[in-house]
């Protein structure tokens, strides 16, 4: 039987929905403040987002960023975060803060662990030492950092994983796991503590656990166990069945998603949030993404081009220095970004707001209404108008919610 719904520390409020597609766009109002939906979330995995201050963050717009429980758990620790009063003030962020359970590092660090019903077994990749990690281990871990969005501990396995026993397995054992964290939930009053659909590629298995999940009355609503190497459209197909399923009231949030194509398609099929390391961990490749593509600005062709990382760009670095940026060239990127940290930083203060300005348009378009015609003209960009290169899977996701972008 599912335990009785908890309090909640947000309201949504839904101020405008495609009228052609899912695609909403709201008003998530969270304990450090209000975050705009749909919205990228920027990945600070230990507390910090490689090479940039809280401030740089915070100038880019960001107002809800990610840290991982897993990692704080071991380094600081949880006594440090208690004696600081939580991770707000240990690395300085006066916004929003959503912590993801540990539960991924079941795959990430699958050679480090051993999953049973109590919870999941580590071996510390920093010094060997022994972790358990349980449903009320994650959630004490995440009471003490003091996110105001908290994710359940969940069963986590690769959507590519052959053995449909063992995704089930993993499904019915979360649902288990989510009444355990709420159980084990101190501060509902002050943090939203969100559930995990899983179910891997199986329809039917999503189906069932979104059922389960969604009468837990959980604040809001995560898609879990994507972005595993699934192909697409499978991805889209599990993304669409269980927005479907979901009450419109609450947020719902597609766990590990970034690429800029996966954003606008997964919009339009019902999804408000997502997060993902990939723009940060690109810029230290050398990597700008950009309305065109990506560009990789070690590529010895860029060393005396003078323009901006990518013209019309507002961000801290392209804006030019007479409007309060920095003015940096691509020039300048590729003489720094092989040998200096600096060109890696500069990158990833690019990325970080082309993401949150990418969600700042779509939202635009949702409430003005013309959400198709802003994805034609973003595919129309991103593939310099030559359909034949549009993502066969994109194309098919869009078209299953009334958007064709092969017809203009």
Known sequence: MAPMPMPSALT??????????????????????????????????QASLKGLTPEQLEEQGCRLCLNNTYHLGLKPGQETLDAIGGAHKFQSWPHNLLTDSGGFQMVSLLKLAKVTEEGVRFLSPHDGSEMLLTPEHSISLQNSIGSDIIMQLDDVIATTSPDLARMKEAMDRSIRWLDRCIAAHKYPERQNLFCIIQGGLDLNLRRECTAEMVARDTPGI????????????????????????LPEGKPRYVMGVGYPEDLVVSVALGADMFDCVWPTR?????????????????????????????????????????????????????HVTAKETAGAHLLTIHNVYYQLDLMRRVREAILADRYPEFLREF???????????????????LKGVGVDLLVD
């Open 12 to 45: 949504f409020e839904l101020l405008g929905k495609c009228s052609v597609t899912k695609a909403r766009a709201a008003t998530l109002q969270l304990p450090h403040g209000p975050v705009p939906l749909p919205i990228f979330m920027p990945v600070a995995t």
């Open 222 to 245: 995560a898609i879990g166990g994507l972005s595993g190497g699934e192909a697409k459209d499978e991805y889209c197909k599990v993304v669409d069945t269980c927005t479907g399923l």
């Open 282 to 334: 690109t810029a230290r490749f050398g990597n700008a993404i950009t309305a065109t593509g990506i560009l990789n600005l070690r590529n010895s062709a860029y060393a005396s081009d003078f323009s901006p990382i990518e013209p019309g760009c507002n961000c801290t670095c392209c804006r030019p220095q007479s409007s309060g940026g920095l003015g940096i060239t691509r020039a300048y990127i590729y």
């Open 379 to 397: 595919f129309r960009r991103l593939y310099a108008g030559d359909k034949e290169r549009y993502p066969g899977w994109a194309v098919g996701a």
